[in-house]
DNA sequence: AATCGATTGTGAACAAGAGAACTAGCTTGT
DNA sequence: ACAAGCTAGTTCTCTTGTTCACAATCGATT
């Protein structure tokens, strides 16, 4: 009944960081670079040091005062903490333009996120091979991870299927989607959700960028 | 010297979800809705019945109390303060897997930001024609902007050339920027940035996807 | 051994956001 | 005209996240 590991609950924004830190501790590790400050590592990551502290310290103790963080050490508690012992099957679903250049995209491999299955609803696209892999009817995806490994799902379906395919995901057993339909997408507690929508981001830069602009005008117009 | 339009500041997190709003509204006006309450919207929306109001609030007060928005007009503010008046273009710089899907990618056209231009830095892409548009080099990127027209770089090469590109797209007039490469990018004040780094959400998911299956195991650990 | 400069780890103030609860105002039915 | 029922708009509280400031601690140097 008591809370078995309270010791430590890692903020969500914190979580966002690590894979950040991560990147910079690989590349300085690349270099030869063995130790690091905080303020350093602040640079590469593009934050606060005082930031950078507090979210390793939520790790645990591993740097050391008035030297800073060894790297590769550093770089291992990240690992462990990210889960990077585990390796962690990603199947992508919907193979239109979007979901063929994610199947081609080393850069989820690299990573540690192998891409094991593909996945279409499209009888003309089912048997086909895509980056070596042949692509499945989205009506096996039971069999798929019949094995029980744990397996993230990707999201590249037309926004009106999106939701039916997130259903049945979860059915199979995927407890961690990413959706790249721009459409709203529920799932059970329980299963995490992630988005990630290419036009809502241009639709926020726009916004601002407009708001600059009328204020420039609106500037321009007191001076007058 | 006084603030020229402190009328309403909408905060950060208000203008990711208008967005999302202003699809839901479109789906709505699609389907002959003229009239939605906020508890409708948030629905769509997937928030909090009372975040879409106070959200809507900063736009002013558009709703009818007693019955809800209406559609078009709501969807008419909201396009307004968007800025889906004004066109906006967009040049996508790097023409890998990635760059070519989202320069075939129909959701940005769709959405009011046609792409205006594709930039590479390799000669034996430049010249091609992709999506019904030819290839220019990186070296001609100042010509593309000559027209003052406002633009969105989006940058989709690799890493190690994401920053000199975004330095380029700064020098050459552009305001914003959406980044793809998994790298930390720096731009000076008043440029706008945002990032989207696909194998970081995965590592978000993973994360939580071995939190839960290390705290279901520890779970039984306590049972037994 | 003692001091000094550097850097971590953290407590506390501060800011932003989310959500609940309340108020104000509209519409409809009688 | 009035009451009843909705629903927008607003206020308040709570949570989360950020930043600052400083004490604790380490390695180096004398």
């Given at each position: 009944m008591a809370p078995v590991s309270p010791r430590r609950r890692i903020p969500e924004a914190t979580v966002a960081r690590l894979p950040v830190y991560h990147r910079s501790l690989t590349e300085l590790k690349e270099s030869g670079v063995t130790t690091v400050s905080s303020e350093q590592l602040a640079d590469l990551a593009g934050v606060n040091a005082a930031k950078v502290r507090k979210d390793l310290s939520y790790l645990g103790s591993y740097g050391t005062r008035g030297v800073g963080y060894e790297v590769e050490y550093l770089l291992f508690q990240i690992d462990r903490e990210l889960g990077f012992a585990n390796d962690l099957g990603v199947v992508i679903v919907g193979l239109g333009n979007l979901g063929q250049a994610l199947a081609n995209y080393d850069g989820f491999g690299d990573r540690g996120f192998p891409v094991t299955a593909l996945v279409d609803a499209d009888p003309a696209k089912v048997g086909s091979t895509l980056h070596g892999m042949q692509v499945q009817h989205i009506d096996d995806i039971e069999s798929i991870f019949a094995d029980g490994d744990l397996t993230i799902g990707i999201i590249a379906t037309p926004a009106a299927a999106a939701q039916g395919v997130a259903d049945r995901l979860v059915a199979?057993?995927?407890?961690?989607?990413?959706?790249?339909?721009?459409?709203?997408?529920?799932?059970?507690?329980?299963?995490?959700?992630?988005?990630v929508d290419l036009a809502l981001e241009l639709q926020i830069l726009g916004f601002y960028e407009q708001r600059d602009a009328t204020e420039a005008v609106n500037a321009a117009d007191s001076d007058s």
């Open positions: 199979a057993g995927v407890r961690s989607i990413l959706n790249f339909a721009p459409t709203v997408v529920t799932v059970p507690d329980g299963v995490h959700l992630r988005k």
